[in-house]
């Protein structure tokens, strides 16, 4: 059985870079998106495992995306991770306290992606 993964980031080549990663574990299926808007509908209906949520986006940013999802029933439960160059002490806290279930330091190793979310998925 695969495990869905959703990754949202504004930058196409990130998405790019992330999708061929997470591939990389033979029972992840990712898909990605470019806002925090299509996030929403996105994990609604395809119902993903994990999201891996930049935090900063034009439009909608991850915090404010977190909480959207939190507010919709069909993801309310969905375990969030935040993707973030910000990984000062204070800032993983308050992510932590925002209800995340991690974060992934940008820039991340495309190397070592997979087995830091399945780390995070199983933990």
Known sequence: MTTRI??????????????????LDPDFEPRDCASGEAALGMARDWRPALILLDMMMP???????????????????????FVTARTQARDID???????????AKPFDPMALAQQVRALLDG
Do not use: K, N, S
Not at 94 to 104: E, P, S
């Open 6 to 23: 959703l990754y949202v980031d504004d930058e196409a080549d990130l998405r790019e870079v992330a999708a061929m990663a997470l591939e």
């Open 59 to 81: 439009g909608m940013d991850g915090p404010t995306t977190l909480r959207a999802l939190r507010d919709q029933p069909e993801t309310a439960d969905i375990p969030v991770i």
């Open 94 to 104: 308050a992510l932590m306290a925002l209800g995340a279930r991690g974060v992934i």
